[in-house]
């Protein structure tokens, strides 16, 4: 059996052990030090954001994004369908109650005339949510320039989930810095990686000031220990910031790669019968950080979890897309605004390896297996 192909696995320059190890020999082993601002700053310096503050988790981030901006017990916040259940659990932590929204076919991303429609019927019944996350799924850019009219038209607040969408551009701004706030994460399988954690960006200093504070178990500025809001211990540790240090300066070279597999993936694959890969938004830069592939299993003759065992029968991880909120156990009894089309993505898509050190060896063995499957 030949070694295991994982869906997306960590990929370290050789910098990284570097810059740890510096942090080591100067002691900055505490929470915060010097790797931690330089973290912050590069960050800032790459993505356009003013200020940034990172964290233990993107999880964590979209938690402070919501502490911050006043998102309250019995709010609503409006979110995408589409995502992994961390961009919706910071809305129950804080007691508000969130409203899905589907996606459109172009982006999969939020429907920004889904998201108009419930904003104008809210706004007429006086009550409007107090809060949208979009998600930048896979590593595409939402339409930022519609939603962020909408939202700018009803006065509710943004905060951007671009936990995976790192690298990406919109109209050639980075998505996560539109929004009143934006949220990234470097969870190991993100396309750059602290092994753990997260940043939150937004152009408010005491906005991010105040997520600082909150981050570092609200601490008032006493000499003794005094609190007077409810704090977390959120910080990201000066250890890891020295990982991202070293990640962060290859990135684009992995988003170069990322974007390579997949189009070796559409070249190799797409001609076959059932099989749709679907195109980058015109305004923005797609990161691939997963390729997604549909599978019509009518024309394929298998459907995407077929294909996925397959792989699995061969050593490979390939992952089925994430399955919508709306249809979650625990998130079931709040508003969903539409659903057919994020419940057409989860029924067809398969995300493919994107390991950027994938090699071409390797590339060929699972588009061979794909493409043996429908010889079947
Ligand atoms: C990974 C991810 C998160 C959570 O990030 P963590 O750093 O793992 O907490 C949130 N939203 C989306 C869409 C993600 O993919």
Redesign the pocket.
């Known amino acids: 059996m030949s070694k295991r192909i994982y869906l997306s696995p960590p990929h370290m320059s050789g910098e990284e052990i570097k810059f740890v190890q510096q942090a080591f020999s100067d002691n900055w082993i505490a929470p915060v030090g010097p790797h931690l601002n330089q973290f912050e700053e590069q960050f800032c310096k790459y993505t356009g954001a003013k200020y940034a503050l990172a964290t233990s988790?993107?999880?964590?981030g979209?938690h402070l994004g919501l502490l911050t901006t006043g998102v309250k017990t019995g709010d609503e916040v409006i979110v995408s369908t589409l995502?992994?259940s961390?961009?919706v659990n910071p809305i129950l932590y804080v007691g508000a109650k969130p409203i899905f929204i589907d996606s459109e076919m172009e982006s999969w991303n939020m429907d920004p005339n889904l998201l108009e429609d419930v904003l104008k019927k809210r706004s007429k019944s006086g009550k409007l949510p107090k809060a949208v996350i979009p998600?930048h799924?896979y590593g595409q850019s939402s339409d930022m320039k519609t939603i962020m009219s909408i939202c700018d038209y009803y006065g509710v607040i943004v905060i951007e989930?671009a936990?995976?969408a790192l690298g990406s551009r919109f109209e050639g701004r980075h998505p996560g810095t539109f929004g009143k706030i934006g949220?990234f994460?470097?969870?190991g399988n993100?396309i750059i990686t602290t092994s753990?954690?997260?940043m939150l960006v937004s152009d408010d200093k005491t906005l991010v000031d105040h997520a600082r504070k909150l981050a570092t178990q609200a601490r008032e500025p006493f000499a003794h220990y005094e609190h007077a809001e409810v704090g977390y211990n959120y910080r990201m540790s000066n250890i890891l910031a020295a990982i991202g240090v070293g990640q962060l300066n290859i990135l684009e070279e992995r988003v170069q790669r990322k974007r390579e597999i997949y189009e070796y993936y559409k070249e190799q694959l797409g001609d076959l019968p059932g099989l749709t890969f679907v195109d980058e938004i015109p305004s923005g830069r797609h990161t691939r950080w997963l390729s997604v592939v549909l599978i019509d299993k009518n024309e394929f003759g298998y459907d995407n979890e077929q294909v996925r065992l397959n792989l699995e029968e061969h050593n490979i991880e390939s992952r089925l897309l994430w399955k919508p909120m709306h249809l979650q156990p625990i998130f079931q009894g709040y508003e969903t605004i539409g659903g057919s089309v994020s419940e057409l993505l989860f029924e067809q898509g398969l995300c493919l390896p994107t390991g950027t050190a994938l090699t071409t060896e390797q590339l060929d063995r699972i588009v061979s297996i794909i493409r043996n499957l429908h010889l079947i």
């Open positions: 988790s993107g999880t964590a979209i995502t992994f961390a961009s998600v799924l989930d936990a995976e949220i994460s470097f969870n993100k753990g954690g997260g």
